[in-house]
């Protein structure tokens, strides 16, 4: 329904609605009247008005505001606002800090970059750049989701900014992206929704930075304080599913151990993706009525007369559509999913061609070509196509001195007999085959340097196979769990102050911040993931065995020997049955119903692959829906998973910001649902890089990243051949 035939059902319901339950009660107060309600599992936790009143590094909460905690485009664009005592901030700090943080953690701040002039808080609505520091002031409702367990713990905070127009009402969903907290989506969803006058409603969707630090049993709380586990009490964001004794236990065998929510919650929350958005949805509109209700009009905005676009990134992008596709009540009128992580139910009926080839692996999930991935990625940079000729953090494993230990991959994937080739070079060709044949492209070559060694493949790997198969903290799975490391890899105690820090600093992920992977038999004892001996080759080989396991996992297949896995076997069968079962729970319909949606992804993403995701959804969607889908799929030349990256040397020479046609995205569904205007055809839009000096490259113009267009160039435009997507070079 268009938002024009929603305000007239709300000035009808305004009119009259109130009036005629009223005579058809016995008395108007009756109980049977229409009241506000908050949806099932949800207990509210606060309401904070946000003035606005000031721009400081220093803002408190009586000076903050919705978008930046009150330090405006120039603090987001700077230095980490610092703690009055870093070892004990405050919570007006860590909301403060973790708005930074997580805005900053998926786009560039760097002004050569785009950061205040093509998107910003100092960037209006219609896109016009100004001088001003952007804060938006409005009032924040922070509610959590439980389904009676006390360990779910979804957290959602909807924001309400002083410009909502209770005449025109809009809702803009943000689940987090990757495995952030509540405020995940703030620089996509969030920025884009409150310059709108939206409410946006955000959700960490049963992820967010949980870390239990089984040391001395702290937790954080659900606003981002810490505590012992005893005091937190029903407050505990995440708590691992422990005894005191059997935590005792641990602590002696396997001591500096800190437990991870998204991995470790027992909850598989992958598979509430989509209902903690929606959840999310009926809660805006709760706090939209109970801020806006009156008396004689309690219930003011309902699911047809407001309305909804559901739109974040990456796992948020996956969740928007997830919940398009479970939409039984018609809460979502138009979605945008920027580089989608999407599970799809089959990799049977469709297909994906590009140019004038066919794909030959395509819809896998992201369990299957993570930790394949995460075995010959590291080999697979050496090969001379994926070789980087400058030392920069695009080619990390040079920088970070881990070539040896990559040519010790590749040295034990031959003796196992799973790579070919009597030298390194060979080797690293025949794995960088391997996964082109899996699925990446040649835009992926030289990324998967970077991706591997900044640590996407061994934290993913190690995180969602425990995820999915529901194994607690002391489960060991693969070898594996989490804890702090020194330079040298060693495990050591969390610093305080770390700790204290982290709900604003970590990312939900073991990526260091504060907690990494740790591989518990490597030779030697336990070491972080970079420095792992593994047992089987007596090396420093980035933990080859454990690889080779979690993939295991995944597949129910020895990768060296071929057979499947059995109960005496490692990883065992039933660990493996655990984890697919798991897989089971999260796959996508991929049928949204005829709802319009608009996915945008980058080509060169090497941590989502568009075969495996946006152009393998795009097809089985067309497949499933035939002349009804209302799907649009925008693919971006020279763009890649993370724009934070971009700040990085070479990074910023070779890719653009994906995050422009997010938000172009946004406007075109926007003016769809407003006016009836027509979505853009799915296309190639094809950028142009910044180019320059690594670590300097010249300033990005509007030229670097030309907008889509509603009728693109033939040559341009992605269609089917068959029950194939087919997009063109």
């Not at 606005?52 to 505001?65: E, H, K, N, Y």
């Not at 702090?484 to 604003?504: H, N, R």
């Not at 030309?706 to 341009?716: L, N, R, S, Y």
Request: glycine residues 10%; proline residues 5%; contains cysteine.
């Amino acid at each position: 329904m268009h938002v024009r035939s929603k305000r007239k059902t709300l000035a009808a319901f305004q009119w009259s609605g109130v009036a005629l339950a009223c005579a058809t009660l016995a008395a108007c107060g009756s109980s049977d009247r229409v009241h506000n309600e908050l949806p099932s599992g949800v207990t509210e936790l606060s309401t904070t008005q946000y003035p606005a009143t000031a721009v400081s590094t220093g803002a408190t909460a009586a000076q903050q505001d919705l978008l930046t905690g009150g330090i405006g485009k120039t603090g987001l664009g700077g230095a980490a606002p610092a703690y009055a005592d870093p070892a004990n901030p405050t919570v007006a700090e860590l909301r403060r800090n973790a708005l930074f943080s997580n805005y900053r953690g998926i786009l560039d701040p760097l002004a050569a970059g785009g950061y205040g002039s093509l998107y910003g808080p100092n960037v209006t609505a219609a896109g016009v750049v100004t001088q001003g520091e952007g804060l938006i002031p409005g009032r924040e409702y922070i509610a959590v989701l439980d389904d009676g367990s006390g360990r779910k713990q979804t957290v959602m905070a909807v924001q309400v900014p002083d410009s909502f127009d209770a005449k025109s009402p809009c809702v803009v969903l943000g689940p987090s992206s990757g495995s952030r907290g509540v405020y995940g989506a703030i620089g996509t969803a969030g920025e884009w929704g409150l310059k709108k006058g939206c409410a946006v409603a955000f959700t960490d969707a049963g992820k967010g930075v949980g870390l239990h630090n089984l040391s001395d049993d702290t937790v954080h709380k659900i606003d981002g304080s810490r505590a012992t586990k005893a005091a937190a009490g029903k407050l505990s964001f995440f708590s691992a599913n422990l005894t005191d004794a059997a935590r005792a236990a641990y602590n002696a065998a396997f001591p500096n151990r800190i437990a991870i929510k998204h991995a470790q919650s027992q909850q598989n929350p992958e598979k509430d993706w989509g209902t903690d958005t929606l959840t999310a949805a009926k809660y805006a509109l709760y706090v939209l009525n109970a801020q806006f209700g009156k008396a004689d009009n309690p219930v003011p905005f309902t699911k047809s007369n407001t309305l909804i676009i559901g739109g974040s990134a990456s796992n948020g992008g996956a969740a928007v559509l997830r919940a398009a596709e479970q939409d039984a009540d018609g809460l979502i009128d138009g979605v945008v999913a920027s580089e989608p992580m999407v599970e799809l139910p089959t990799t049977t009926g469709y297909g994906v061609q590009f140019g004038d080839a066919a794909v030959s692996s395509y819809g896998r999930l992201l369990a299957d070509y993570t930790t394949y991935g995460n075995i010959y990625q590291p080999c697979a940079a050496l090969a001379p196509d994926a070789a980087i000729s400058e030392t920069s953090i695009f080619n990390y494993i040079t920088l970070t001195a881990m070539t040896a230990r990559a040519t010790a991959r590749c040295d034990g994937l031959a003796a196992k007999g799973l790579v070919s080739g009597a030298t390194t070079a060979e080797r690293a060709t025949n794995a960088l085959g391997k996964l082109r044949a899996y699925g990446w492209t040649k835009d992926n070559d030289q990324m998967h340097n970077a991706h591997y060694a900044l640590g996407n493949g061994p934290i993913l790997s190690a995180m969602y196979t425990m995820a999915y198969g529901r194994f607690g903290a002391d489960a060991n799975l693969c070898n594996a769990s989490f804890g702090a490391a020194s330079a040298t890899g060693d495990v050591v105690a969390v610093a305080p102050a770390a700790l204290a820090q982290s709900f604003a600093t970590a990312n939900g992920t073991s990526n260091g911040t504060p907690a990494t992977v740790i591989y518990n038999d490597s030779v030697g004892g336990a070491k972080s993931w970079p420095f792992a001996v593994s047992p089987s080759t007596g090396v420093a080989d980035l933990g080859l065995d454990n690889a080779l396991c979690q993939h295991a996992l995944v597949s129910g297949v020895d990768p060296v020997s071929g057979l499947a896995l059995t109960a005496d076997s490692k990883p065992t069968k039933a660990q493996s049955d655990a984890v697919r079962s798991g897989l089971s729970e999260v796959r996508h319909s991929a049928n949204l119903k005829a709802k319009p949606v608009i996915i945008v992804a980058g080509r060169s993403d090497a941590l989502i692959p568009v075969n495996h995701n946006a152009r393998a959804y795009t097809a089985l969607n067309q497949t499933l829906e035939g002349s009804k889908s209302n799907l649009r799929y925008i693919e971006v030349t020279n763009a890649q998973h993370f724009d934070a990256f971009l700040l990085f040397a070479g990074f910023d020479t070779r890719f653009v910001p994906l995050h422009p046609y997010f938000n172009q995205a946004m406007d075109a569904m926007w003016n769809h649902l407003q006016s009836k205007a027509a979505l853009p055809a799915s296309q190639v839009v094809r950028t142009t890089p910044r180019g320059g000096t690594p670590g300097a490259a010249t300033a990005i113009t509007a030229a670097n990243v030309p907008g889509f267009k509603t009728t693109p160039a033939a040559a341009d435009q992605i269609g089917f051949a068959g029950t194939s997507i087919k997009v063109p070079q």
